[in-house]
């Protein structure tokens, strides 16, 4: 138990370093203890936003509940979405902890039992997953109790279950982890495991989100709203939540029943002691494949590997394989290039179910007066825009070459203006890449609008240009080069948020002029001229301010 | 202390042997240099004595301990540093040193002790409470250095320990590992640098291809070559007739 307690204690600490208080006492760097203690404020901030997005929605769906007499459904729901939460959450965390970490060679070095790393690798998830869980168990039982006025057993029968609620889906996942590593030799392929992965998981969840919510949101924030949506989706939320045994129990555990309780309880700790003694010794032996490096086996012949290009072409080249062979920076950057075409296909989708066979949308949109062109490319622009805005592969270009990569490159004979021009086209190659598909997949399903598509998808490629344009001035400028982490050094510097801001702002600038020249009552051809017109300039001004910028700052450091 | 016999190891079906039926024996008392060409299989024959891999074939002892069999009770005895030094950048030297003294079962008293000497002699009292990260890597090398030693290990295990090493520092750790050895403890360690080998070892091993070229001390392994250096050593018995070392 003590190399378990140590071993658990070092993850937390190697983890959590940054909150705790001594490590923020200890940085003498002025500029640094306050970009530390905004970042600590700004954790608090979401913890609390997050809270207060979910109360109220709890409070809305309980007082829905309670005028279908099924006040039971929402601590039913909330012991369910919190498994479910888990399953998805924990499993890159799984996958990262148990078999990507950069300690497993060392850690195997030392006198550790296998089950002893496991059982403390696992319990660091937990941990993290049950404070996860506090978000859904914690408002739902309270709001509960308060409603049908339950005793003092209620919260106590909560304490439990919020602490075993995540342990299944935790179980499942490592055993899932494991399979997937063992049976499909992945860890040959972790990098585009992780990316395709990281895709799949945020389309299904979008499905999800699309095939639940029927309603704006604004009509959920009421009671009247709530109960169309749950009147709509009741057999889905019933289903749900009877999906899962241990859920079922847990759930009735918490209302209640001591006997399923008890069960949901020992199930849980019997699948742990389960976990760790059937897992403990593959663990091993699959996260020390990981630390090997695996054996490139392609050919090495043909002139192709000897072919010479410009020095262009070579940064290009570069910046685009960083971007693909690092898992983190391509899980941020490819799934947010595919946005636009994700979200045209599920609008498109939606649009083509509900006009009735043999009618025609532009029929019957035309006959409202206005100019409907105008409008679709508009709300396109708006949708697509914003998904490219806060895409963080250009705003972040010069940080990801981190301290040694930028000495580096700023050592060798290319002008700084080729850099940012590899860059930019970099960036421009991912949005351009999510635009067209997006308006490939618009004009087949909504052939109506090809026009208000093509014009829409032109519009935002020149709006990427011009954004991405700045980002990077701010990146070359000011980059973040001192990161530990990939995640560091794409996710979490202030550029990635001065670069979606100043997307936002450019955004906006750009429908205000739409708007004008709707109200103008303009016809669409000259719309549209206008504003590629206009972007054509923001994109030449913001071009000449780029190359500006990097042949002044690019060598500062 | 360290006993390989007809140890085999091989990475991918396909590829050749990266260890092949090496014979290896290092006693207590001795300073061993593991020398040899990039690849030529230094960091593998490391990592199966200290059971980060398992052999394919043949078996590896630690102070009379089977690692295949005994494999907690070999690593007790083992105190290593690894090549790669940024493993725990977010914990604070000290919190990195406790761990380290916990996973051995260090006393209090004893772990004070060791901690404070060691803190002392690399000159790191006034960084121990830093996290790792803000270290410079000479830093964290000499961190790696004082929690491989917090148990007084019968066998000290150093992967490449002298790069990134100050002048004064790399000084150090050879006299450390001088000490080390004068107590009647193992010190096994490989390295690209010939005249550390050759000024530092009371035997040097000689790896190329994944099996022992040459092993011996200084004297022996010259008494074929007489008044040849090291380095002439070294290049006759890895040169494979103009072969890429891969």
């Known amino acids: 138990m003590r190399k378990f307690f140590a071993l658990l204690r070092i993850q937390l600490l190697a983890r959590y370093a940054d909150l705790k208080p001594s490590n923020l006492k200890n940085i003498t760097d002025k500029k640094e203890k306050k970009k530390k203690q905004s970042t600590l404020l700004a954790y608090v901030l979401v913890a609390v936003m997050f809270g207060a997005m979910i109360v109220p929605f709890e409070y809305f769906m309980l007082e829905a509940l309670a005028v279908l007499q099924m006040e039971t459904l929402l601590p039913a729901l909330a012991v369910t979405l919190s498994m479910v939460c888990t399953l998805i959450m924990s499993f890159f965390f799984i996958m990262t902890s148990l078999y990507f970490g950069k300690d497993a060679a060392y850690l195997a070095a030392l006198p550790l039992k296998s089950s002893t790393v496991l059982s403390a690798k696992l319990t660091q998830v937990w941990l993290s997953e049950t404070m996860i869980s506090t978000l859904f168990i914690f408002p739902a039982t309270i709001l509960y109790g308060i409603k049908v006025g339950a005793d003092w057993t209620l919260y106590l029968r909560m304490i439990p279950v919020w602490l075993t609620v995540s342990i299944l889906p935790i179980c499942i996942v490592t055993f899932l982890s494991a399979l997937l590593i063992r049976l499909s030799a992945l860890w040959k392929h972790r990098e585009a495991m992780m990316t395709v992965g990281g895709m799949v998981l945020m389309m299904a969840y979008f499905v999800f989100i699309f095939a639940i919510n029927t309603q704006p949101m604004d009509e959920m924030e009421s009671v009247a709203g709530m109960i169309q949506l749950l009147t709509n989706n009741k057999a889905l939320l019933q289903g749900i939540t009877h999906l899962f045994p241990p859920a079922v129990w847990a759930a009735e555990g918490l209302l209640g029943n001591w006997g399923s309780l008890a069960l949901s309880v020992m199930v849980s700790c019997a699948a742990v002691v389960f976990t760790v003694c059937a897992m403990a010794k593959p663990y091993r032996r699959l996260s020390l494949l990981q630390t090997q490096v695996p054996e490139n086996k392609k050919e090495f012949k043909g002139d192709r590997h000897f072919s010479a290009s410009t020095p262009f072409m070579a940064c290009f080249r570069r910046e685009l394989r960083q971007l693909t062979r690092i898992s983190t920076y391509a899980l941020n950057t490819f799934p947010t290039a595919i946005m636009p075409a994700f979200f045209i296909g599920v609008m498109g989708a939606a649009l083509f179910s509900e006009i009735p066979e043999g009618e025609s949308l532009r029929a019957a949109l035309d006959m409202t007066g206005l100019n409907v062109d105008i409008i679709a490319t508009g709300i396109l622009l708006l949708m697509m825009g914003f998904m490219a805005g806060i895409n963080p592969a250009v705003s972040t270009a010069v940080s990801r070459e981190g301290r040694g990569g930028h000495g580096m490159l700023t050592s060798l004979p290319v002008d700084p203006k080729v850099y940012a021009r590899a860059k930019l086209a970099v960036g421009m190659l991912l949005s351009f890449v999510g635009v067209a598909l997006a308006g490939v997949i618009g004009c087949v399903l909504i052939p109506d609008f090809a026009a208000a598509i093509i014009l829409a998808c032109v519009l935002c490629c020149l709006y990427c240009y011009a954004t991405n344009a700045i980002s990077l001035c701010m990146d070359i400028k000011k980059p973040r080069l001192d990161w530990m982490t990939e995640t560091e050094a794409i996710k979490q510097g202030t550029n990635v948020l001065k670069g979606m801001l100043l997307s936002l702002l450019m955004l906006v600038v750009l429908l205000g002029a739409g708007v004008g020249l709707f109200f103008l009552k303009v016809s669409f051809p000259v719309f549209a001229l206008s504003l590629i017109v206009l972007m054509v300039l923001a994109c030449w001004v913001s071009r000449r301010l780029m190359l500006r910028t990097a042949e002044k700052y690019y060598w500062q450091d | ?246």
């Open chain 2, 1 to 246: 202390m360290i006993k390989l016999t007809n140890v085999s190891k091989c990475y991918h079906k396909d590829a050749p042997k990266a260890l092949d039926n090496l014979n290896l024996q290092v006693e207590g008392g001795q300073l061993y240099g593991f020398i040899g060409p990039n690849g030529a299989g230094k960091s593998t024959a490391i990592k199966l004595m200290c059971g980060i891999l398992k052999p394919d074939e043949g078996s590896v002892e630690i102070a009379g301990y089977n690692m295949a069999t005994d494999r907690i009770a070999a690593q007790q005895k083992i105190g290593y540093v690894p090549d790669n030094n940024d493993l725990y950048d977010r914990l604070t030297g000290m919190e990195y040193l406790n761990f380290m003294g916990d996973i051995y079962g260090v006393s209090a008293a004893d772990r004070k002790a060791h901690i404070e000497k060691y803190l002392d002699i690399f000159s790191l009292e006034d960084a121990a409470a830093s996290q790792i990260r803000t270290y410079s890597k000479g830093m964290k090398q000499k961190i790696m250095v004082i929690g491989a030693l917090i148990h007084n290990p019968p066998v000290w295990i150093l992967d490449e320990p002298l790069g990134g090493l100050d002048p004064r520092a790399a000084h150090l750790l050879k006299e450390e590992m001088k000490m080390h050895c004068q107590k009647g403890n193992t010190v096994f360690f490989s390295t690209h640098v010939l005249e550390v080998a050759e000024k530092l070892c009371t035997r040097i091993g000689i790896i190329q291809k994944g099996s022992l070229r040459a092993e011996g001390t200084l004297e022996e392994l010259r008494s074929g070559e007489k008044g040849a250096s090291l380095e002439e050593l070294f290049l006759e018995l890895t040169d494979d007739g103009g072969e890429e070392n891969a």
